[in-house]
């Protein structure tokens, strides 16, 4: 941005002009104040000039931080999709079985006596989590 001055402002249509009818103390304190003013306003524009674009290399660095979170994110979110997928046809096939079950017993047939069923809160051994 550039150092330009703001001009000061006019007086108010109903407002005399500094050198009619005011004091020459209210005159000075009155051009004081605009000149803080104008001051004050300078300094908020060369921040908002400077912080732009800080703003913006922040910016940047968190869409890259993001960019490497997802980068890496994505093959143990694949592997926890994987893992999620046989445990729920484990449990998929497990309630098959024990919805059969419960049929088989509503018929009045009861399972054979050569199969055990395992205690409660245990899986019976499948073939897939042997190789895992």
Known sequence: MTDEQIPPTEPAADEPPADEGTAP????????AREWLAQ???????VAA?????????????????????EKAGPFAKRAAEKTEEVGARVADRSRRFAEDLRHRADGNEPDGD????????????DDAAGA
Do not use: N, Y
């Open 25 to 32: 103390d209210q005159h000075t304190t009155a051009s004081q």
């Open 50 to 70: 400077h912080a732009g674009p800080v703003a913006r290399d922040v910016a940047a660095k968190a869409a890259e931080l993001a960019a490497v979170a997802g």
């Open 40 to 46: 004050l306003q300078q300094m908020i524009d060369q």
């Open 115 to 126: 199969t055990p069923e395992p205690p409660a809160g245990t899986a019976p051994p499948d």
